[in-house]
């Protein structure tokens, strides 16, 4: 049993790499979406061919997912293959703009499916309704890693699952997948890799933030994850002269990272950062909490304000919602639109709560515990009270 389309993806990119097309690769700007540009990237190369460019969007600038200032970032290398990693799945409009540029989009993504496809050549979600793979869970890097596998068979060349799995197991851990199933052997023999890494970014990770020995979830998730989620956005001028500017993030080139000073370097500059982060977090945690007490009875947290990094939201939500167990709403008051994310409690699906409102939302999209959203800000009060009206009638 296979995820659907995998075999067609596959193929697909086997033959761009045959035919020398341009490749590029459109990731997340989180640990799965980085690791899962990393696996296509390195499977793409070992079967000899080559990504034209990697772009991963600004959370802060650009929010989440394709958008309209990164495609005309990436317009004149059309036509080319233009393959969406862990994020797409919601992009109707943008992915039309794309096919207008003239590439052709794949999408490989594992959000929630909402009631239609964008209009790309290939799509792989096992999230799909006619999806029969039973194990829905999968990280967009597990995803992945079943999309280079079956490319690298194809091509004759798969031999070193380790390199893979080490990535996709922190992939799987960062986003948070619930583990079971594929996930438990997957999480398992990736960190048994990681111990053993040849990644120089891992290795020097690992030292820094001490860790000895093989690696367990905990140590993962606490020592090794923060510092790489806190990587923001990096524009470099890679080639001489007029030559494209890469639009990349700290994760994917500490991960790429060949030389071992240079990637201890990024380490202690992530740590660093991440500390910050942590401070900045607990900041805006006191804060809401401090509105939160002054209202006694409320169903839902619905917060917004034009000092907090669009960045920070998703974390300090889990606080909130960690604290009080009610559906959590925090955005960042914006000029005109006000992006935001959503955590919700155990057994509530924040999908389906803003399919509800859906006719007032710019974008949205998600897994059920953890999405985002983007609105115009006239439609800010009536989202609040089609949320309430939403989570009563649940009661
Ligand atoms: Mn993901």
Not at 48 to 69: C, H, L, Q, S, W
Not at 182 to 209: F, H, P, Y
Request: proline share 4%.
């Amino acid at each position: 049993m296979e995820i659907k389309n995998i075999k067609e993806v596959s193929m697909r990119i086997l033959k761009a790499i045959a035919n020398n097309e341009r490749i590029i690769l459109y990731g997340d700007a989180d640990l799965d979406g980085a690791s899962s540009v990393i696996l296509l990237e390195e499977a793409i190369k070992d079967i000899g061919g080559k990504v034209e460019a990697v772009y991963f969007p600004d959370r802060e600038t650009e929010g989440y997912g394709i958008n309209e200032f990164a495609l005309n970032y990436l317009k004149n290398r059309a036509p080319a293959l233009f393959i969406s990693l862990d994020c797409g799945i919601g992009n109707f409009e943008e992915v039309e703009l794309a096919n207008e540029m003239g590439f052709e989009v794949l999408i490989v993504d594992h959000h929630k499916i909402l009631g239609r496809l964008p209009a790309a050549s290939i799509v792989v979600d096992p999230r799909q309704p006619d999806d029969k793979y039973p194990f829905k869970e999968l990280a967009a890097a597990g995803v992945v890693y079943r999309l280079v596998k079956s490319m690298l068979i194809e091509a004759g060349k798969w031999d070193e699952p380790e390199k893979y799995l080490e990535l996709v197991a922190l992939a799987t851990l960062a986003d948070m997948m619930i583990l079971e199933d594929d996930n438990v052997e997957i999480v398992k023999s990736g960190l048994l890799a990681l111990a053993n890494t040849k990644r120089v970014g891992l290795k020097a990770l690992i030292e820094l933030t001490n860790c000895v020995g093989e690696i367990n979830i905990e140590e993962a998730k606490l020592k090794i994850i923060p510092p790489l989620n806190s990587g923001g956005t990096v524009v470099l001028s890679r080639s001489i002269g007029s030559g494209p500017k890469e639009h990349l993030n700290e994760i994917y080139l500490l991960l790429t990272e060949t030389d071992l000073s240079k990637a201890k370097e990024m380490v202690e500059m992530l740590i660093e950062k991440n500390n910050k982060r942590k401070e900045e977090i607990r900041r805006i945690f006191y804060e809401i909490d401090e509105r939160v007490k002054m209202d006694e009875d409320f169903s839902i947290i619905f917060e917004g304000d034009v000092s907090w990094p669009l960045v920070l939201l998703g974390p300090s939500a889990s606080r909130i919602c960690k604290k009080y167990n009610k559906p959590v709403f925090l955005f960042k008051k914006c000029e005109d639109e006000s992006p935001g994310a959503v955590r919700t409690p155990r057994g509530i699906d924040s999908v389906k709560a803003m399919d509800s409102c859906k006719e007032l939302l710019k974008t949205y999209g998600g897994h059920p515990p953890a999405s985002g959203f983007r609105i115009k800000n006239e439609n800010l009060e009536k989202f609040k009270q089609g949320l309430i009206k939403y989570f009563s009638n649940l009661e």
